[in-house]
């Protein structure tokens, strides 16, 4: 396995080809794209080539944002055990949005639901990994919540292509990148929100609920009140963090 905590000093100038880190980001990349692949092709057996397809694609395209974003604002010296659990995290997100791309079996929808329950419970050890290695960073914490949010979002779509209910239902993946879409247009909302559990707990909320709805334990009308229910809690919260960034910003 690549070692993710090796000691190594950050001397290259910015712009003078990878940096220790970005390199190991990148070996780490990939490593877990055949992985991602093979996910895919297990979660739906039957798909042919379309699932490990999608998922190269989805990990690509997040290792390109995950790699520009380091470079930009992480200046650790190592990439970091928290990171790589993160990275970690982006495959099995890429596996999953590669089995939307094929129907599933009834094997494979419980796999799917497995897979989405390991990601999200490795959302719980990254922070801690960091700062027990000492590595916290801003980067670290963005790279965290954009999984999040991708995982959200194919969660969303696989309860909608299945035809468990409606389109609506993919608002409840939409929150944060319609967010940060709103911020593009409104400079007030780009400033740094202070750290805050309650915005962690609505989350996880929001992805075990997704979690349930994608599974075949729940059923209209409760997965309809449930889903309805969760949505609410976002634009609560999301209507929250708008009130203050916007006070603020005067």
């Known amino acids: 396995m ?27 990349l990939a490593v877990l794209l055949p992985a991602a692949a093979l996910g895919a092709a297990l979660l739906r057996p039957g798909g042919g080539a379309l699932p490990p397809a999608v998922a190269v694609l989805v990990l690509l395209l997040g290792g390109a944002v995950m790699l520009a974003g380091m470079r930009r604002s992480y200046r650790h010296s190592r990439f970091g055990l928290a990171n790589g659990i993160s990275l970690v995290r982006l495959a099995m997100v ?8 094929a129907p599933a079996t009834v094997a494979g929808a419980w796999a799917f639901i497995g897979v ?26 963005r790279f965290d919540m954009e ?17 468990a209910l409606g389109p609506w239902v993919v608002a409840l993946g939409l929150a944060r990148p319609g967010f940060v879409l709103l911020a593009a247009l409104w400079p007030a909302l ?8 309650w915005r962690k707990a609505v989350c996880v909320v929001q992805i075990g609920a997704l979690i349930l709805l994608a599974s075949p334990l729940i059923a ?13 809690l976002l634009a609560v919260s999301f209507a929250r963090d708008i009130l203050w960034l916007a006070r603020r910003g005067g």
């Open 220 to 232: 209209p009308p409760a997965a309809t009140w449930l889903a309805a229910a969760v949505l609410g």
């Open 190 to 197: 780009r400033a740094p929100l202070p750290p805050a559990l």
């Open 94 to 101: 890429a596996a999953l949005a590669g089995a939307l791309a």
């Open 2 to 28: 690549v070692d993710l905590d090796a000691t190594q000093s950050v001397s290259e100038p910015a712009g003078a080809g990878l940096r220790p880190p970005e390199r190991t980001a990148v070996i780490a």
């Open 147 to 163: 999984v999040d949010t991708a995982l959200a979002l194919v969660l969303a779509l696989s309860i909608w292509l299945s035809g």
């Open 116 to 141: 989405a329950l390991v990601t999200l419970a490795l959302d719980g050890i990254d922070g801690w990994a960091a700062r027990r290695a000492g590595l916290e960073s801003a980067f670290g914490a």
